[in-house]
């Protein structure tokens, strides 16, 4: 009989309630049987609304429910090395959201402590499983735009309403939460994507700014790199742009032809050869981190290998803090 991988939920915000929570019950094998927040009313009304047995508000008694044998955090980052490291250390593994950290010295620090107590990490780059990139990943290594030579990263956004709001902002752009503001977010899930399909980012440059003024944290953000082959990248991100430059999209440029996708919006990937302009809509399931959580669930059932652990997230965090000029 299977092992039955029974889950405990470090956090219960926005990102569980359709993204990755229902997913742990879907998969075959696997439950939620325990949820966790600071917040004990919202705690208790997670566990309610999600058919959840039990709740608490301190994490050290979720690790200590000898029916939880498997963590997921979904806290802010500035919390994920300390969950992550008492979870491994009382001999349960771990799935915890992206970015792995808010610094890349607290992506070591969990790779250690993995590696001493022998418990996996697994990090929610689950952009890397679903469909969409999976098409995009196959149109690039099948040849069809030609030997790469160019990659380029396109984001502007305009600001979020919550963005004006000076005694309450968003803990995104809270750099002692987040571990920077907008970018520290969103930009990993690029970076690692790319880094997937060219190898891991060897060198980088970046400048970063702050132009509107609505928080402390960066705001734009400008960066270029460069792969092993020699292969050269660059990046740009606003999150102060006008909305009618709001942009979500990656290039990658061959010498036969180029391929465009977006990341965030999931827009139809564009195709360009000398054949002429190919649109290819490729749906996505409706819970986005069902592929790996699956992966996760089989692996922990010890029926595969996942590849998506906190050695492979940590480059992402890499590349970040040197545009932003933490290293």
């Given amino acids: ?77 500035s919390s994920h090395a300390t969950y992550a490291i008492m979870a491994m250390k009382a001999g349960k593994p771990v799935y915890v959201e992206k970015p792995l950290a ?41 040849g069809s735009i030609g030997k790469v030579v160019g990659v380029q990263i396109r984001f502007a956004a305009p600001p979020r309403d919550l963005d004006y709001n000076k005694t309450q902002l968003p803990w995104r752009v809270q750099k002692d939460i987040a571990g920077g503001g907008y970018f520290y977010d969103l930009a990993p899930h690029q970076l690692d994507l790319l880094q997937q399909l060219f190898g891991p980012i060897l060198h980088v440059n970046g400048f970063c700014s702050n132009r509107a003024g609505l928080y402390e944290t960066e705001d734009t953000v400008s960066a270029s790199f460069q792969f092993p082959d020699g292969l050269p990248g660059s990046g740009t991100w606003c999150f102060c742009a006008h909305e009618s430059a709001k942009t979500d999209r990656i290039q990658i440029i061959g010498d036969q032809g ?35 959580i699956k992966e996760v669930v089989e692996h922990l059932q010890g029926k595969r290998i996942c590849q998506m652990d906190c050695v492979s997230a940590t480059p992402a965090n890499w590349v970040m803090d040197k545009i932003l000029g933490k290293l």
């Fill in 258 to 292: 180029q391929i465009s996708f977006s990341v965030f919006t999931y827009e139809p990937i564009e195709l360009i050869t000398e054949e002429g302009r190919q649109e290819i809509v490729i749906p996505n399931p409706p819970h986005v981190q069902m592929p790996l």
């Fill in 1 to 77: 009989m299977d092992k039955q991988i029974k889950w405990g939920f470090i956090g219960c915000g926005e990102v569980t309630e359709k993204k990755s929570g229902p997913a742990f019950s879907l998969v075959p094998g696997s439950s939620v049987v325990a949820v966790m927040g600071r917040n004990a009313k919202r705690a208790s009304s997670y566990a309610e609304r999600h058919g959840i047995a039990r709740w608490y508000s301190d994490a050290q008694e979720l690790l200590d429910d000898p029916e939880v044998n498997a963590i997921y955090i979904a806290t802010p980052p």
């Fill in 102 to 142: 808010s610094t890349y010295e607290e992506c070591l620090r969990i790779n250690r402590i993995s590696k001493e107590t022998g418990m996996p990490c697994f990090v929610a780059y689950y952009r890397r499983y679903l469909p969409y990139f999976q098409r995009v990943k196959q149109i690039v290594e099948q």
